[in-house]
């Protein structure tokens, strides 16, 4: 998934672009590509504009005419905690713990 980048790497790339290089420059003088660093960037910039470094998921679907009653939450996390757990057993048989 993402790559994560050492605090050395952040300012160095912070002076760099500061300095009026390009993100594929960057990205050569860093060993990365210049998708990387230009996808660094927007990602810097986005959480500079929301203010927050973490926003909760986006609910997909359309949302819900009625609330949910207390009872029927519980049924979906009891759903929800049987799947997960037939996950993590398939995973130890797989992995010949059990």
């Known amino acids: ?12 790339m912070e002076r760099l672009r500061q300095g009026g290089q390009t ?9 990365r590509s210049g998708e990387q660093i230009r996808e660094y960037f927007r990602r810097k910039q986005k959480k500079a504009q929301t203010g927050t470094s973490l926003e909760p998921p ?4 359309r949302p819900r005419k009625d609330p949910l009653t207390q009872q029927c939450e519980y ?7 049987e799947r997960e757990n037939d996950l993590l057993r398939s995973f ?7």
Do not use: F, N, P
Request: proline share 0%; charged share 45%.
């Open 23 to 31: 993100y594929r420059a960057i990205g050569k003088q860093m060993d």
């Open 58 to 61: 986006k609910r997909k679907g």
């Open 75 to 81: 049924k979906l996390r009891i759903k929800e905690l």
């Open 92 to 98: 130890l048989h797989a992995a010949g713990r059990r």
């Open 1 to 12: 998934m993402g790559k994560h980048y050492t605090a050395w790497e952040r300012e160095e």
